[in-house]
C-alpha cells in the first residue's frame, strides 16, 4: 500500500466534505481505500478543520482532527469567521466573482450576511475544491447534491456527488487504468487491490 493519494493512477481528485472523514458506509470506505491504495486523490478544503473545531466531544475532535490529518489541504480563500489565519489565501477578483456565482447557485435566495455557518461552509468547500481544479466534492447532502447539474454548467462540468456516485466514477476510471495496463505489461505493475472481479462487485447496485 502507498501512502493514499500518492500515485492516483487513475487521475480523479474528490474533495471530501466533512461527514465522510468518519463514515462507515460500504462506498465512503471504499472510496478511501481507493486514496490509500494510490489510484484517487482524495483531498480536504482547510475549512473542514474550522467545522471540526465546533465538536463539543473533546475525544470525537481528536479522533476527527488526526483522522483529517492523513489528508492533503487545499488552502480556500479567506473567509471572516470561518477561515483559519494560517491556512486561508486572499481571494483575488476572480475568486470574488466565482464565490458570488456559487452562492447563488448552492444557496439562492439566502441573505450571506445572515447566512448559517453550514451554509458558509458548504460553499467555501465546493468553491475551494473548484478553485484546485477537483473534478468533484463528496457528500452525503442532498440538498448540495440536487445543484451538482448548475454547478457544473457553470464551473466546466464540476459535480457533487454522493459517495456512491464518487465511488461509480472511480471503479469506471480503474477499470480504464486495469485495461490499459492489460494490454501493454510494460507499463508496470498496478495496485493488486481491486481485482476486476471485485470491481464488478464494486458496481453493482447497493
Known amino acids: 500500500m502507498v501512502a493514499g493519494g500518492v500515485h492516483n493512477l487513475a487521475a480523479l481528485v474528490l474533495y471530501i466534505d466533512t461527514h465522510i472523514l468518519d463514515a462507515v458506509d460500504d462506498d465512503a470506505v471504499a472510496l478511501k481505500r481507493l486514496w490509500q491504495e494510490g489510484w484517487i486523490s482524495l483531498v480536504r478544503a482547510d475549512v ?79 468553491h475551494t475544491a473548484i478553485r484546485y481544479g477537483g473534478h468533484a466534492f463528496v457528500t452525503n447532502d442532498r440538498q448540495m447534491r440536487k445543484k451538482s447539474d448548475s454547478v457544473a454548467a457553470e464551473f466546466a462540468g464540476f459535480r457533487i456527488l454522493s459517495p456512491r456516485e464518487a465511488l461509480q466514477e472511480a471503479v469506471a476510471r480503474v477499470r480504464g487504468v486495469r485495461a490499459l495496463h492489460a494490454a501493454e505489461p510494460s507499463r508496470g505493475e498496478l495496485p493488486p487491490w481491486p481485482t476486476v472481479e471485485e470491481l464488478g462487485s464494486m458496481q453493482s447496485p447497493p
Open 48 to 126: 473542514m478543520d474550522t467545522e471540526l473545531g465546533d465538536a463539543k466531544d473533546p475525544a470525537l475532535h481528536v479522533s476527527l482532527t488526526e483522522a483529517s490529518a492523513a489528508y492533503p489541504e487545499s488552502f480556500g480563500v479567506f473567509v471572516l469567521d470561518h477561515s483559519r489565519l494560517d491556512s486561508a489565501v486572499l481571494g483575488s477578483s476572480q475568486d470574488v466573482s466565482s464565490m458570488d456565482l456559487l452562492w447563488s447557485l448552492l444557496k439562492p435566495g439566502v441573505d450571506r450576511q445572515a447566512a448559517r455557518k453550514n451554509h458558509t461552509r458548504d460553499v467555501m468547500h465546493v
